[in-house]
């Protein structure tokens, strides 16, 4: 990857994983906005580590566009099907705008 010159600061880890604790380690809540296979991963780890109680930061999806609605839909679907439980599902914040985003993590 390439240095963002102009960065205040950069952290430099040896393995993905690394680097996905020095952002669990630096941040005080998740906002997740639409993205692909990647975001996808890092916020079922994130709710995963949330309900498992390795945190206790706001996981928030802040999705405007209903790009994630569908997964909301599949995510409900489970709960009906008893796969997950509604104690699951309440470790996340869904909202359709920046500010109600930033209401839920409490700002």
């Known amino acids: 990857e390439l240095a963002d010159p102009e960065a205040d600061e950069m952290f430099v880890v040896d393995t993905m994983r690394n680097r996905k604790q020095k952002m669990d380690d630096l ?9 692909g296979i990647g975001t996808l991963e890092e ?30 839909v599949a995510l409900d679907y489970l709960v009906d099907l008893n796969f997950m439980n509604l104690k699951q599902e309440a470790h996340i914040s869904w909202c359709r705008d920046i500010p109600s985003a930033l209401k839920a993590i409490g700002l």
């Open 43 to 72: 916020f079922f780890e994130i709710w995963t580590a949330k309900y498992l109680g390795f945190h206790k930061k706001p996981v928030v999806v802040c999705d405007p566009d209903g790009v994630f609605e569908q997964l909301r």
């Open 27 to 35: 941040s005080d809540a998740f906002i997740i906005l639409p993205g």
